[in-house]
């Protein structure tokens, strides 16, 4: 039997997403969904939105845009 390695359709190599933090840039109706999916993963989420005294979801921690820029792993930006 022949050794042919991992077969992959990428190029690059993939990570695990378990434990990796996910910024969220606009957190509002997709955002949240966003971070649900995150969490569903077992990411870290921290988010940023316009009015954070509107809240987050449990488990989503508020991070100004310096802290989400320097601290997330992958980034989504909510743009409109």
């Known amino acids: 039997m022949v050794d042919v390695g991992y077969f992959t359709f990428w190029d690059s190599t993939m ?3 378990n434990g990796k ?3 969220i840039y ?3 109706k997709i955002g949240s ?3 649900q999916i995150a969490q569903a993963f077992g990411m870290k989420v921290i ?3 316009k009015n954070p005294e509107n809240g987050y ?3 989503i921690e508020h991070a100004e ?3 989400l820029l320097t ?3 992958i980034l989504s930006p909510m743009l409109h």
């Open 15 to 17: 990570f695990e997403l």
């Open 21 to 23: 933090v996910m910024g």
């Open 26 to 28: 606009g957190y509002g």
């Open 33 to 35: 969904r966003v971070a």
């Open 47 to 49: 988010a940023n939105r």
């Open 57 to 59: 979801a449990n488990g």
């Open 65 to 67: 845009i310096d802290k």
């Open 71 to 73: 601290e997330s792993d």
